[in-house]
T-cell receptor, first 114, second 109 residues
Framework: AAGVIQSPRHLIKEKRETATLKCYPI?????VYWYQQGPGQDPQFLIS???????DKGSIPDRFSAQQFSDYHSELNMSSLELGDSALYFC?????????????FGPGTRLTVL | EDQVTQSPEALRLQEGESSSLNCSYT??????LFWYRQDPGKGPEFLFT???AGEEKEKERLKATLTKKESFLHITAPKPEDSATYLC??????????FGQGTILTVHP
């Protein structure tokens, strides 16, 4: 079965640079979620989109922005990167019309800021 | 504030030694309690969703149960390949998941 695809899988950036993470949800899934997981931490919700509209917002820094496109893929844009942004970034997708919220996670993008 | 607390933080078992993991939650508007398995450096793998108190679900050596305040993940006769971090999360209708800190399970042969 098709799963959530994230790219790139690994990314190394310098401080103050920008990064773009991409997420391709499971086919026919209409909702995308972004989570950040620091070392030894649980995943922390950043932001979500349903039908290309922002549906919920968590502890996402103002330096970050995201959007969902017409083909339902999503991009997380991160600017003025800081050392503390080094983490695993997960995208998850779900199908809202099923009436519940089972979120299926991608393999993650490991971002390292030097 | 929504809160999910898991215990113990770490659990070491011998192969075949059954045990349980605990998840207590306070999530406003909770619509589902989710269990995930996470291997190091990988994305959480969906295991179960529980929707109402008294509900139980099973998958191989795992069984999840739900009360009004807690959920338990029972592991029967575990094998070394069951070693992973088990995450519990509370979810609202269509919104974010609030995760606990996880239980790191190690099963020794």
């Amino acid at each position: 079965a098709a799963g959530v695809i994230q790219s790139p899988r690994h990314l190394i950036k310098e401080k103050r640079e920008t990064a773009t993470l991409k997420c391709y949800p499971i086919p026919r899934h209409d909702t995308v979620y972004w989570y950040q997981q620091g070392p030894g931490q649980d995943p922390q919700f950043l932001i979500s989109f349903y039908e290309k509209m922002q549906s919920d917002k968590g502890s996402i820094p103002d330096r970050f922005s995201a959007q969902q496109f017409s083909d339902y893929h999503s991009e997380l844009n991160m600017s003025s990167l800081e050392l503390g942004d080094s983490a695993l970034y997960f995208c998850a997708s779900s199908l809202r019309d099923r009436g519940y919220n089972e979120q299926f996670f991608g393999p993650g993008t490991r971002l390292t800021v030097l | 504030e929504d809160q999910v607390t898991q215990s113990p933080e770490a659990l070491r078992l011998q192969e075949g030694e059954s045990s349980s993991l605990n998840c207590s939650y306070t999530v406003s508007g909770l619509r589902g309690l989710f269990w995930y398995r996470q291997d190091p450096g990988k994305g959480p793998e969906f295991l179960f969703t529980l929707y109402s108190a008294g509900e139980e679900k099973e998958k191989e050596r795992l069984k999840a149960t739900l009360t009004k305040k807690e959920s338990f993940l029972h592991i029967t006769a575990p094998k070394p390949e069951d070693s992973a971090t088990y995450l519990c999360a509370g979810g609202t209708s269509y919104g974010k998941l609030t995760f606990g800190q996880g239980t790191i399970l190690t099963v020794h042969p």
